[in-house]
């Protein structure tokens, strides 16, 4: 079956560690997404790519970084300028424009910093 | 993006129709109105999306006002896996060049009693 992986499912990071959190998808969807949702709040969008090698910021990104090498693929590098990584973390992808299309979730990644 | 409005948080008892209602008072004409749910500790699910008229699928029915000012997701007969917290996002279809993101607010935390 068709779908996206994220992983690990939970994550714990020291202060001042890199961490890169994976998400793979097997839609053949074009565009893919970031996002971070706190506690009780929203999801807010860190990065997008709608193409192979191109990717946007979204409303969060400082303190996160992206690259976007394969279509399957869009791995997010949580860096240690990110003052407060604590979060839930979630992939999405979507067809190209994804206008008529809805996006698809990844069961997510709890990151925490200890 | 416009912006929409829900309540917060609503109940319903199993087995009876629920209605959880969006106000989008500053809809423009290319903006889809999607919604989401998503269930404790899960990324988001695509539950529906229209433009003008009534959409119906296996999980939910929307009916939208016919201005377009507000709209209503419908959930037939709720079952307590139907409790979730359910997001109405507007979307823009991208054709004038600008491809709106999904942005997600608080939704409405749904409970159901049994």
């Known amino acids: 079956d068709g779908g996206i992986t994220q992983s690990p499912k939970y994550l714990f990071r020291k202060e001042g560690q890199n961490v890169t959190l994976s998400c793979e998808q097997n839609l053949n969807h074009d565009a893919m997404y970031w996002y971070r949702q706190d506690p009780g709040q929203g999801l807010r969008l860190i990065y997008y790519?709608?193409?192979?090698?191109?990717?946007q910021k979204g409303d969060i990104a400082e303190g996160y970084s992206v690259s976007r090498e394969k279509k399957e693929s869009f791995p997010l590098t949580v860096t240690s300028a990110q003052k407060n990584p604590t979060a839930f973390y979630l992939c999405?992808?979507?067809?190209?424009?994804?206008?008529?299309?809805?996006?698809?979730f990844g069961s997510g990644t709890r990151l925490t910093v200890v | 993006d416009a912006k929409t409005t829900q309540p917060n948080s609503m109940e319903s008892n199993e087995e009876e129709p629920v209605h959880l209602p969006c106000n989008h008072s500053t809809i423009s004409g290319t903006d889809y109105i999607h919604w989401y749910r998503q269930l404790p500790s899960q990324g988001p699910e695509y539950v529906i999306h229209?433009?003008?008229s009534n959409v119906n699928n296996r999980m939910a029915s929307l009916a939208i006002a016919e201005d377009r000012k507000s709209s209503t997701l419908i959930l037939h007969r709720a079952t307590l896996r139907d409790a979730a917290v359910y997001y109405c996002?507007?979307?823009?279809?991208?054709?004038?060049?600008?491809?709106?993101?999904?942005?997600f607010g608080k939704g409405t935390k749904l409970s159901v009693k049994p």
């Open positions: 996002i507007l979307r823009d279809d991208g054709n004038g060049g600008s491809q709106g993101n999904l942005i």
């Open positions: 229209g433009l003008t």
């Open positions: 999405a992808s979507s067809y190209g424009q994804g206008k008529v299309y809805g996006y698809t």
């Open positions: 790519s709608q193409i192979v090698n191109d990717f």
